[in-house]
């Protein structure tokens, strides 16, 4: 957490995560002890970091930002753990995932972004902008819990 918090005090990111959205994020990343953990908005690393703490040995954690500065600096944090993948670009490069963190701004970028689906209900839409309605950080989910 340190580290990426000198990144964004050095160069100057303001966006990074509260300390309330990031033991969110912990719990988060711990409730998939073998899946994957994906977060759009890199920034300098600080929620990756919270992500990264509540990450189990089986699970992985990818994390794209566009910024490719931001993006370099903060794979630095996290280069001695294999699980974890800082890339380059938007967030299309995630692909397929359950859940995925996003900030405000994003998310309305995200949604803006997705293929208009006929099928899709107006409930599960507002479902998806409503974290973006709090102006707060939010998870998404797109496709139901397993009920196994």
């Given at each position: 957490m340190v580290?990426?918090?000198?990144?964004a005090a050095e160069t100057g990111f303001t966006k990074s995560c509260l300390p309330e959205v990031g033991r969110l994020l912990r719990l988060a990343a711990a409730s998939k002890p073998d899946g994957v953990v994906a977060?759009?908005?890199?920034?300098?690393g600080v929620g990756t970091a919270w992500l990264h703490s509540g990450l189990a040995a089986g699970a992985r954690l990818v994390t794209v930002e566009r910024d490719e500065e931001l993006a370099r600096?903060?794979?630095?944090?996290?280069?001695?753990?294999?699980?974890v993948s800082v890339m380059t670009g938007d967030w299309r490069l995630l692909g397929p995932v359950r859940w995925i963190f996003a900030g405000p701004e994003r998310l309305a970028r995200h949604l803006a972004a997705l293929p208009k689906c006929p099928q899709e209900t107006t409930?599960?839409?507002?479902?998806?902008?409503?974290?973006?309605?709090?102006?707060?950080?939010?998870?998404?989910?797109?496709?139901?819990?397993?009920?196994?």
């Open positions: 580290a990426a918090e000198r990144i977060e759009s908005g890199t920034g300098s600096r903060a794979s630095g944090v996290f280069a001695d753990d294999e699980r409930l599960r839409a507002l479902r998806r902008l409503a974290m973006h309605r709090t102006r707060r950080p939010g998870l998404i989910r797109e496709d139901p819990p397993d009920r196994t």
